[in-house]
Structure formats: structure tokens, C-alpha cells
């Protein structure tokens, strides 16, 4: 599972069905059927966010505030607030494909294959991460590695024909509530590169979810991205129809 | 005595000399003019890589070369430092700002290389403005033009004052977008430029990434690239702290490896042709020794030592070498000459070939290189006297009785 996966998964909100699902595949002998359960537990769940970003990196330092939507793990929009300069760029998500709008040339721009490796929005988080975050499951095999009276850590390991770009990550979850600590991950040679954390867990709605992520690029020192969830809502009504490139344009 | 008695001995079967000669001569020939179409290719290839897009020396901050950091620049005012002495042979020097990016228009999106250049000084150091095969190059105090490479624009179906969109990244983190009309279009026979560079005003480029009397390097042309190393040199010992000059080898590797290579084959080619021109000179020799048998037991009976007739056989071939040279030099002087002045124009049969990073053109053409007439010159003396090494031997050890009495 890509980091981004997760990035995204608490983007939308949808991060804690995400969090459930890895644990049980974990010690589950029918792993496909789970996820296949866990996969259609997705449809239908919508969500809402006013969120605060913050990028450090070795050379500027900025802080974005943004508006996101998403339907299911498929659907994703995400509009900036603040600063003045960008307000109104706009990024949809579209089952694989991922879209810019720009306000200030009004034009709407398909993010090529070429380009999915790089950076969203300025931030340690990549496009790639919100598209791979809908084939999870697809990608690689889940093991426990350890289990304690509060907490999992479960190893993923990409399929051999899987197209990633992670060698190995690997997930710590809290067992009560059930919410991700920590992801780590590991590069071909097995070294730690990146970290996601996640903090200030809260009750929203009838749900527990960390509203507080941190990407902390290892082999960047002092380099962070920071996001953190300062309105959540979850089950609101969006359809499809939302989510279309006429959407992303609207001011 | 020696040295009249062994010319007078070369005329004694003319024919055959003749025609030995005439293959050390044609060999000689030959290879003089291979060498120089040769240096001739090495040198378009110099000139159409270097010249087109990375100049010969570039000054630049120390870490820019190896990640090209959008965060590694100079001040605009690098590009007006003054020259140190020894540099004698600059044409030209230009400030360059760069980004990567994504260029998109209404077919699609592609990964770029944006760089921002002073539309007056930019020529005075790379030819790209020549390269053009639609519209015109980018003009003083204009903004958002770009002059792009001709696969980009066919990949993203645009032509001739249609509009692109460019994004990037800026120096303060924000999104930098912005749009650019195209002004021009180049073709390079280089796919990395055709296919992925923008060439753009640097004052709007600046703006764009919020970098403003920023530059990332100077790069400077010289009048013979060969002389970049020293002049690269002679920068850095005057560059203040924070800016690096570097040659154009750092650049293109492999052109630094192709004159290397060029050596090399020099000698091959020269070993190749020589061997068999060799054999001719050893065939020729033998068959006048073997002829004289008596004469030599003659000679030796007679009190000559064996060293003089050793020596008497290769001043022989050595006379052969250098006649052979003689005229083989001006042979390949007079056709070497003939393709620095004329050529031979391919391109009705071959297009440019882009070969480890540079543009072969499609001619043949030689250039004058001292080295490429000395080397094919002095070789042919040594290879005729090793030819004659054998049949010098072979005199010298005769008995002198079984001599005399040969038929």
C-alpha cells in the first residue's frame, strides 16, 4: 500500500475503513474475499474536509488551506483556499486519472504517466499516491509481523508483477481505537525512506480518525508535509456527477 | 658511397619500384585524407553539440551541474564578470535561467525542460536560432513566447502562434503556471531538445518562478572547443566563492570520449592500411635481394662487412619511404584540400544522425590537423624500414662462397 494511499485515504476520509481492512487481511487465511468485503464497503462512503497543509522543505516553507470532497476511493476533488495566488487550483481524481484546473489560465490539464511520480501540489505527497490508493489490495500481500495487546505491525510486500515503487511498507495500527500510528517505507534495498504519522486522533460522527498527518520525507532532512483536518464530515450526499471536470472549474 | 649506391640500386628494376611506390604513395595518400575526413566529422560533431546547447565553458553554482536544483542560482550579474586573462578566444557568453516542468495543450501534456535565455545574447553562444523550421526566434523585451523542438510540438499539436500552457514549480514552493503563445519551432536531429526543450524569455521566466535577477549559469562559447579546458580553468582560479566554471566535457561525456576514441581508431585505420602496404615493400625487397645474390657474395668476398650490406639494403627501403611519403603527403595534401574546400554533400541520401548525444550532418568534409599528415608520414618511414628489416637480414648472413656460386 503506497503512502499515498494512506495520504489520501485521510484526504477523503476515508482512512479508517483503509485502517480496518489491513489488520484482518493480516491474519485472515481468505485474504482475497476480505478485501473484496472491505472493497465494497467503500461505495457509498462520501466525505468532506476543510484541511490546512503545511510543506517544509530545505529551501521555502508554505501553508495551503484546502476544500476536498471524495465519493468511494475512486472520486477525489480538492480546491485551495489560501494563499490569494492559488486559490481556486484544483485537483480531481478520477479512478486512475488525476486532472489540474488552473484559475489562472483557465485551463484544466491531465496529469501525463510521466508525471505521476511527481510532487501534489508542492507537497512530499505525489499524484501517483492518490491514484495507486484504489488498488492496494491489488498490489501486495499482507502479513503480521507482530502482535501486542495495543497495537499490529503488518508487513506489506509488493506482488512480483506489481508496477510500485515501494519495496516493503510497513503499518503500525492501534488496536483501540482501531486507527493507524505510524506507516514506514522501505525502497527496493530495504531502506526506510519515508515516514507517515498520525496524531490528534478524534470522534467524528460515529467514527474514530487521526486528523492529524505528518510525511516525513527521510532522505530530505527538515523536509516535512503536514496535514491536518480542521473540519471533517462524513456520509454527506455527492454522486458521480460531481466529480467531473466542469466541477473542478467552478470558483 | 653507400647511401648513392643504394639510390642507384632502387632504379635498377624501375617497374617494380615504381610500383611499390605507387602503393606507399596511394596507401599514404589514402590515409592522410581518411584521417582528416575523419577529424572533419569530429569536429562538425564538436561544434553541432557544443555549439547547440551547452557552450563550452558554463559558469554555475558548484552543486547546479549534478541535480540542476531550482535553488542553485547566481545573480544575474555572474554573466557580467569580468574575463580573466589568458582567455583569448570568447565569442560569446549568456545568462540561462532553467525549470522543469509540464507544457500542455489541447492534445495532451508533456514533461519539459524550460529555459529562460537573453533573446540577443543567447545567439552569440548556441545555434539553436539557426535550427529553426517555423516561425522566428524569441525577441528582445518580449514575454510568454516560446520557441519550442519539433516532436514537442507535434506531440502536443501545436504549430506557429498557437498556445501552450506551462506549469512548474517556483522557487517559494507555489504553482507556476502561466501561458505561452509559440513563436517558433526548431529541429535539432537531438530527440532530448526536440522532443522536451522550451526556450523562453528569461525576465519572464523569472517571474514565473518568483526568481527574479536570478540566473542558474553563464555559459560561455570559445573559438576552438578544445581550448575550453584550459579556459575553464583559467575562470575558476578568478571566480569568486559560490560559482564553478566547468568545460563542455562535463556536459557531454561522451564527445570528451568520442576525441579520446578518435586517437585510438587513428592508429587502427593507420595499422590497417600500413600492414598491407608493408607486405608489398617486404615482397619487393626479398625479390631484390634473392635477384643479387651473387652481387652481395660479390660484395662480401670483396672485404664488405655484413652491416654494410645491411645496411646498404635498408637505406634501400628507407629512400623507398621517404619518396613514398613525399608524394604521398602531397597527394593527401592536394586531396585533403579538395574536401576542406568542396566536401561531399550526403544529404540527398542520409539524414542528421544523432550519435552519443551529437548531430552527425550529413556531408563528408576534412578538416587540416598538423597531426593527421606527421603520424600517416613518419609511420610509413618506419613500417618500410621494418619491411626491409627481413630481407636486409637475410643479405647480410649469405655465405659468400654458396653466393658466388648461385645462378
Redesign the interface.
Known amino acids: 500500500m503506497s503512502y499515498l494511499t494512506l495520504a489520501s485515504r485521510l484526504l477523503t476520509g476515508t482512512l479508517l475503513t483503509g485502517a480496518l481492512l489491513l489488520p484482518r487481511a493480516a491474519w485472515s487465511l481468505d485474504l482475497a474475499a476480505l478485501i473484496r468485503e472491505v472493497e465494497q464497503q467503500y461505495h457509498g462512503t462520501s466525505s468532506h474536509a476543510l484541511t490546512t497543509m503545511q510543506?517544509r522543505?530545505?529551501?521555502?516553507?508554505?501553508t495551503l488551506e484546502m476544500e476536498a470532497w471524495s465519493l468511494g476511493r475512486d472520486y477525489f476533488l480538492v480546491r485551495i483556499l489560501e494563499?490569494a495566488?492559488?486559490r481556486g487550483?484544483a485537483t480531481l481524481k478520477r479512478d486512475r486519472e488525476v486532472w489540474?484546473y488552473?484559475p489562472?489560465?483557465d485551463?484544466t490539464?491531465?496529469?501525463?504517466p510521466?508525471?505521476m511520480g511527481g510532487?501534489w501540489?508542492?507537497s512530499h505527497i505525489t499524484n501517483d499516491d492518490l491514484v495507486k490508493a484504489s488498488h492496494v489490495e491489488e498490489d501486495y500481500t499482507f502479513r503480521l509481523l507482530e502482535e501486542t495487546a495495543d497495537h499490529w505491525l503488518i508487513e506489506c510486500l509488493p506482488k512480483p508483477e506489481a508496477a510500485v515503487v515501494w519495496g516493503k511498507i510497513v503499518y503500525r495500527l492501534s488496536k483501540q481505537p482501531r486507527v493507524p500510528e505510524q506507516v514506514d517505507y522501505y525502497d527496493e534495498e530495504q531502506q526506510r525512506i519515508r515516514e507517515l504519522r498520525f496524531d490528534d486522533v478524534r470522534r467524528v460522527g460515529d467514527r474514530t480518525v487521526p486528523l492529524k498527518l505528518t510525511v516525513t520525507p527521510l532522505d530530505k532532512p527538515g523536509e516535512q508535509t503536514i496535514l491536518h483536518y480542521r473540519e471533517l464530515s462524513f456520509d454527506i450526499r455527492l454522486d458521480q456527477g460531481y466529480f467531473n471536470l466542469r466541477a473542478l472549474q467552478k470558483h | 658511397m653507400l647511401t648513392a649506391l643504394a639510390f642507384r640500386n632502387l632504379w635498377r628494376n624501375r617497374r617494380r619500384t615504381l610500383l611499390t611506390l605507387s602503393a606507399m604513395v596511394v596507401s599514404a595518400a589514402l590515409l592522410i585524407l581518411c584521417l582528416g575526413v575523419y577529424a572533419g566529422m569530429i569536429d562538425d560533431m564538436l561544434t553541432t553539440t557544443t555549439r547547440l546547447y551547452h557552450g563550452h565553458v558554463v559558469l554555475a553554482a558548484p552543486d547546479y551541474h549534478a541535480h540542476r536544483t531550482l535553488h542553485a542560482h547566481l545573480p544575474e550579474s555572474a554573466a557580467d564578470l569580468p574575463t580573466p586573462a589568458g582567455v583569448t578566444d570568447m565569442v560569446g557568453r549568456t545568462p540561462r535561467l532553467r525549470a522543469f516542468g509540464l507544457l500542455s495543450a489541447a492534445a495532451g501534456s508533456q514533461p519539459v525542460e524550460i529555459l529562460g535565455v537573453d533573446p540577443v545574447r543567447e545567439p552569440t553562444v548556441t545555434t539553436l536560432h539557426r535550427q529553426l523550421v517555423a516561425g522566428r526566434y524569441l525577441q528582445a523585451g518580449e514575454a510568454g513566447a516560446a520557441v519550442i523542438g519539433s516532436t514537442l510540438a507535434k506531440k502536443l499539436g501545436v504549430a506557429v502562434g498557437g498556445e501552450v500552457v506551462v506549469v512548474t514549480q517556483a522557487a517559494d514552493g507555489s504553482i507556476g503556471n502561466d501561458l505561452l503563445t509559440v513563436r517558433g519551432i526548431f529541429t535539432t536531429g537531438d530527440s532530448r531538445h526536440d522532443g522536451r526543450l522550451v526556450v523562453t524569455p528569461l525576465p519572464w521566466l523569472q517571474q514565473l518562478l518568483v526568481l527574479d535577477g536570478r540566473i542558474h549559469e553563464v555559459v560561455i562559447a570559445v573559438a576552438n572547443p578544445l581550448q575550453a579546458f584550459a579556459d575553464a580553468d583559467r575562470f575558476n582560479a578568478v571566480l569568486p566563492a559560490g560559482i564553478e566554471a566547468r568545460d563542455w566535457g562535463d556536459f557531454l561525456p561522451e564527445m570528451r570520449e568520442a576525441i579520446v576514441s578518435f586517437d585510438v581508431s587513428r592508429v587502427i585505420i593507420a595499422g590497417i592500411l600500413y600492414f598491407a602496404t608493408a607486405l608489398g615493400i617486404l615482397n619487393t625487397c626479398f625479390m631484390s635481394v634473392m635477384e643479387r645474390t651473387r652481387e652481395f657474395g660479390l660484395l662480401l668476398a670483396s672485404g664488405m662487412r655484413p652491416w654494410g650490406i645491411r645496411r646498404l639494403v635498408l637505406l634501400e627501403t628507407l629512400f623507398l619511404g621517404l619518396i613514398g611519403s613525399a608524394v604521398g603527403l602531397l597527394g593527401g595534401l592536394l586531396l585533403t584540400w579538395y574536401m576542406q574546400a568542396v566536401g561531399i554533400d550526403l544529404s540527398g541520401t542520409i539524414t542528421p544522425i544523432t550519435y552519443a548525444g551529437s548531430t552527425i550532418l550529413p556531408r563528408l568534409r576534412a578538416v587540416f590537423d598538423p597531426g593527421n599528415f606527421l603520424f600517416p608520414v613518419v609511420m610509413l618511414v618506419v613500417v618500410a624500414l621494418v619491411a626491409g628489416f627481413l630481407p636486409a637480414n637475410r643479405a647480410a648472413r649469405l655465405d659468400p662462397v654458396a653466393a658466388l656460386r648461385e645462378e
Open positions: 510543506v522543505t530545505a529551501n521555502w516553507e508554505r494563499p495566488k492559488e487550483v489540474n488552473l489562472k489560465v485551463r490539464i491531465k496529469v501525463p510521466s508525471m510532487s501540489m508542492g
